[in-house]
């Protein structure tokens, strides 16, 4: 069962999705979203963050993040635009990532996080990215 928490309840959260308290505004939309993440989410999973059609995960945003836990990073990088982080946080939480600096989507801010941890992005639609 996959629980879903607002960013300031995630307390005893074993899985959880951490959305934005207040999104970016709204872009553009492709038709039929729902196309595009049915069916092929071991697709998504391999496809490269540039293949991946644009959606809240793909905004830009500034973003000044220090080297913290991994459970610090998603709740800033997923309040910046309302993407979601979907993550099992008895495993992932605690573990250190690096320091994110500039201006990019919350999509490259999460690859340069977790660039050399244990971690890593499993799957990915336009608004969520899971991460293990």
Not at 9 to 38: F, M, N, W
Not at 48 to 54: E, F, I, Q, S
Not at 71 to 92: K, N, P, V, Y
Not at 98 to 117: D, P
Request: with cysteine; charged share 15%; hydrophobic share 45%.
């Amino acid at each position: 069962m996959i629980r879903r928490f607002a960013l300031g309840a995630l307390g005893g959260a074993t899985l959880a999705l951490l959305c934005g308290c207040a999104p970016a505004p709204a872009a553009p939309k492709p038709d039929a979203p729902a196309a595009h993440s049915a069916g092929s989410s071991a697709a998504a999973s391999n496809a490269p963050a540039t293949a991946t059609p644009k959606g809240a995960c793909d905004k830009p945003a500034a973003h000044p993040i220090p080297a913290q836990r991994f459970d610090e990073t998603a709740q800033q990088l997923a309040h910046a635009t309302g993407c979601f982080i979907e993550t099992d946080l008895s495993r992932t939480a605690a573990v250190p990532v690096n320091a994110i600096t500039g201006a990019m989507s919350i999509r490259q801010a999460l690859e340069t996080a977790l660039a050399g941890t244990p971690l890593e992005i499993v799957a990915q639609t336009p608004d969520r990215i899971t991460v293990r």
